[in-house]
Nanobody
Framework: QVQLVESGGGLVQAGGSLRLSCAASGIIFSINIMGWYRQAPGKQRELVARIFPGGTIDYLESVKGRFTISRDNAKDTVYLQMNSLKPEETAVYYC??????????WGQGTQVTVSS
C-alpha cells in the first residue's frame, strides 16, 4: 500500500500564494501518476494537476499559468505551488497517487482557504 501525507494548506488572502507538499511512503516503487485534486463544499472533486512519470503534466484550465506541480523522486514528494489564488479556489486539496499494482490512493486532504 501507499500512504500520502499532505501539508502546506492554510489561510491566504486573494492574490497570495501557498505551496502544498505530499510525501509518499510505503510501496512507492509502484507509484505511477501523482496529482492534486480539490473539493469545495457542495461540489464534486476535480483534478487540479497531475504529473506522469515521463514528466508530462496536465492542469485544470483555470489554474494554468498560476499553479505549478512538481515531483521530487528522491524525496518521494510531489508539490503544488499555487500563485494568485482566488476565493473560489477555497477547498480541501487532496493528493492522489495511482499505482501500477495497487490502484489509486488518497491523502487525508489539506484545507486551503482564500479570503477576499
Amino acid at each position: 500500500q501507499v500512504q500520502l501525507v499532505e501539508s502546506g494548506g492554510g489561510l491566504v488572502q486573494a492574490g497570495g500564494s501557498l505551496r502544498l507538499s505530499c510525501a509518499a511512503s510505503g510501496i512507492i516503487f509502484s507509484i505511477n501518476i501523482m496529482g492534486w485534486y480539490r473539493q469545495a463544499p457542495g461540489k464534486q472533486r476535480e483534478l487540479v494537476a497531475r504529473i506522469f512519470p515521463g514528466g508530462t503534466i496536465d492542469y485544470l484550465e483555470s489554474v494554468k499559468g498560476r499553479f505549478t506541480i512538481s515531483r521530487d523522486n528522491a524525496k518521494d514528494t510531489v508539490y503544488l505551488q499555487m500563485n494568485s489564488l482566488k476565493p473560489e479556489e477555497t477547498a480541501v486539496y487532496y493528493c492522489n497517487a495511482v499505482t501500477t499494482l495497487y490502484g489509486s490512493h488518497w491523502g487525508q486532504g489539506t484545507q486551503v482557504t482564500v479570503s477576499s
